[in-house]
T-cell receptor
Framework: QQQVKQSPQSLIVQKGGISIINCAYE??????FPWYQQFPGKGPALLIA?????SEKKEGRFTISFNKSAKQFSLHIMDSQPGDSATYFC????????????FGKGTKLTVNP | DAGVTQSPTHLIKTRGQQVTLRCSPI?????VSWYQQVLGQGPQFIFQ???????GRGNFPDRFSARQFPNYSSELNVNALLLGDSALYLC??????????FGDGTRLSIL
């Protein structure tokens, strides 16, 4: 029940295309859903986060869509650029308390020029 | 402003040894969390400390321990190292109800 399932494992898109990464969770107590971007040799960097009281959040080229009833959320990267090539992780947590984040297994995104 | 800093960046140990990893949080952050990231996987929660008290513990054996100091820096200790402990160990800090910010980790290799 603590798992976060992420797909696809890897994704190749052309420059200017849309990258879509999907995640699903089971624990309905989760109330915080961040996305992290990780480059080789670096720690995860927060991209964007959403709470279940909104269905969509947009920051620049990055958009999170959230479907509470389906217990799913997704990251859309518009106008994907080669510099977006990295591994992306979705996560879920419960704000307050232990602030433990449960991460998906990651999606390796490659954007071809 | 300085981000989360971790030391050392790389470490090589042999089986059975003990290791101590260090983390300095972002200034003003009182919460520190530790994660283990095995190659090709997402980070797994190990511990969270807030105001020097343990707030959460993940599914890791008692060989793993941690503490937080009055200046909010933290140490993660792992005893009796196993080959399977080879991983990137990440530290994250946060303010209450704010996102966690990660350091670049300590790469631990067990021979």
């Amino acid at each position: 029940q603590q798992q976060v399932k992420q797909s696809p494992q890897s994704l190749i898109v052309q420059k200017g295309g849309i990258s879509i990464i999907n995640c699903a969770y089971e624990n309905t107590a989760f109330d915080y859903f961040p996305w992290y971007q990780q480059f080789p040799g670096k720690g995860p960097a927060l991209l964007i986060a959403i709470r279940p009281d909104v269905s969509e959040k947009k920051e620049g080229r990055f958009t999170i869509s959230f479907n509470k009833s389906a217990k799913q959320f997704s990251l859309h990267i518009m106008d994907s650029q080669p510099g977006d090539s990295a591994t992306y992780f979705c996560a879920a947590g419960i704000q307050g308390g232990s602030e433990k984040l449960v991460f998906g297994k990651g999606t390796k995104l490659t954007v071809n020029p | 402003d300085a981000g989360v800093t971790q030391s050392p960046t790389h470490l090589i140990k042999t089986r059975g040894q003990q290791v101590t990893l260090r983390c300095s949080p972002i200034s003003g952050h009182k919460s520190v969390s530790w994660y283990q990231q095995v190659l090709g996987q997402g980070p797994q929660f190990i511990f969270q400390y807030y105001e020097k008290e343990e707030r959460g513990r993940g599914n890791f054996p008692d060989r793993f321990s941690a503490r937080q100091f009055p200046n909010y820096s933290s140490e993660l200790n792992v005893n009796a190292l196993l080959l399977g402990d080879s991983a990137l160990y990440l530290c994250a800090s946060s303010a209450p109800n704010q996102p966690q910010h990660f350091g670049d980790g300590t790469r631990l290799s067990i021979l």
